[in-house]
Nanobody, 115 residues
């Protein structure tokens, strides 16, 4: 059984920075792409950033230049470093990791950008 655990969310002021982390545990034979989605209040879930198994990142236009996705293959972990945060970045952030041929999801972590 595989589980993902997210950490690092919370309240941050506009213009601030925050890093969230997602770690996979369990019986893991292979790991593929990793990434982050978010769901803003009253909106559907949207892709924020993802990183391939080879380490190639991609970003949504709304976060490009402000967010950075990275991974630690030894720890089965994916990070999302968020800079120059805006109020519209307030959302529940969900990680996913492709493990053993299927996608696993975290439960979500709240990030609130407010003064």
């Amino acid at each position: 059984q595989v589980q993902l655990a997210e950490s690092g969310g919370g309240l941050v002021q506009p213009g601030g920075s925050l890093r969230i982390t997602c770690t996979a545990s369990g019986t893991i034979f292979s790991v593929g792409a990793m990434g982050w989605y978010r769901q803003r209040p009253g909106k559907g879930r949207e892709l924020v950033a993802e990183i391939t198994s080879r380490g190639n990142p991609s970003y949504s236009d709304s976060v490009k230049g402000r967010f950075r996705v990275s991974r630690d293959n030894a720890e089965n972990r994916v990070y999302l470093e968020m800079n120059s945060l805006k109020s519209e970045d307030t959302a529940v952030y969900y990680c996913y990791i492709n493990i053993n041929g299927r996608a696993y999801w975290g439960k979500g972590i709240q990030v609130t950008v407010s003064s």
